[in-house]
């Protein structure tokens, strides 16, 4: 292999981590902002044919790593109270109509 295929491929490496760590950034920024913020879409994503990770970014890819794992974590943590949240609110809906309601007419 010579040089110049190591930088290609070094770049490639580069820009592969840089966008997963830019998409994880997102995921953790939507998650501290309370889900306020939902413009956020999944972008479906297919690993590019790339060589075996140069030995330089093994700590950066490890470092990703666990960040995705702790934001997929959070992210399925936040589903089972969304889910949890939409069960209370049906629970509250359903007694609601089954209230009286009084009407003061005048005599």
Do not use: C
């Amino acid at each position: 292999m010579s040089t110049g295929d190591e930088v290609d491929f070094h770049d490639a490496w580069e820009r592969t981590l840089a966008e997963l760590e830019i998409d994880v950034a997102e995921a953790e920024r939507l998650l501290a902002s309370n889900h306020r913020d939902v413009a956020l879409r999944a972008k479906p994503w297919t690993p590019p044919p790339l060589p075996p990770l140069p030995a330089s970014m093994i700590e950066r890819a490890r470092t990703l790593l666990a960040r995705q794992i702790e934001v997929s974590e959070q992210l399925a943590d936040a589903a089972r109270a969304s889910r949890r949240e939409h069960r209370a609110v049906m629970r509250m809906k359903a007694e609601q109509a089954a209230r009286p309601v009084y009407i003061d007419l005048p005599a």
